[in-house]
């Protein structure tokens, strides 16, 4: 069982940069594609960002600030947060698909202060 590992998470001044990370536990492990989302207080996980085969696309109110890349066949993946806004604060979650298989980290906690 592929288990997703998240670390970066913290707390930062509105404008500031953070770096997020997610690694497999699996060094094998090929997803077809990897992903962030965030998760905020009564509300539904919302895709942040997605990478797959080095084509990467994001959600409206992160693009220019925030990057996807990957390495190792995209079984570690990164999210570079710049320029963070409040509303940018939330449960950040990798989540990884390999054929049927769906998997999720435990989620980093990213909270920006204005």
């Known amino acids: 069982q592929v288990q997703l590992v998240e670390s970066g998470g913290g707390l930062v001044q509105t404008g500031g940069s953070l770096t997020l990370s997610c690694q497999a536990s699996?060094?094998?492990?090929?997803?077809?594609?990897m992903a962030w989302y965030r998760q905020t207080p009564g509300k539904e996980r919302a895709l942040v960002a997605i990478?797959?085969?080095?084509?990467?696309n994001y959600a409206e109110s992160v693009k220019g600030r925030f990057t996807i890349s990957g390495d190792n066949g995209e079984s570690t993946v990164y999210l570079q947060m710049n320029n963070l806004k409040a509303e940018d604060t939330g449960v950040y979650y990798c989540?990884?698909?390999?054929?049927?298989?769906?998997?999720w980290g435990q989620g980093t906690q990213v909270t920006v202060s204005s």
């Open positions: 989540n990884g698909v390999q054929g049927r298989d769906i998997y």
């Open positions: 990478i797959s085969g080095g084509q990467t």
């Open positions: 699996e060094s094998d492990f090929r997803p077809n594609f």
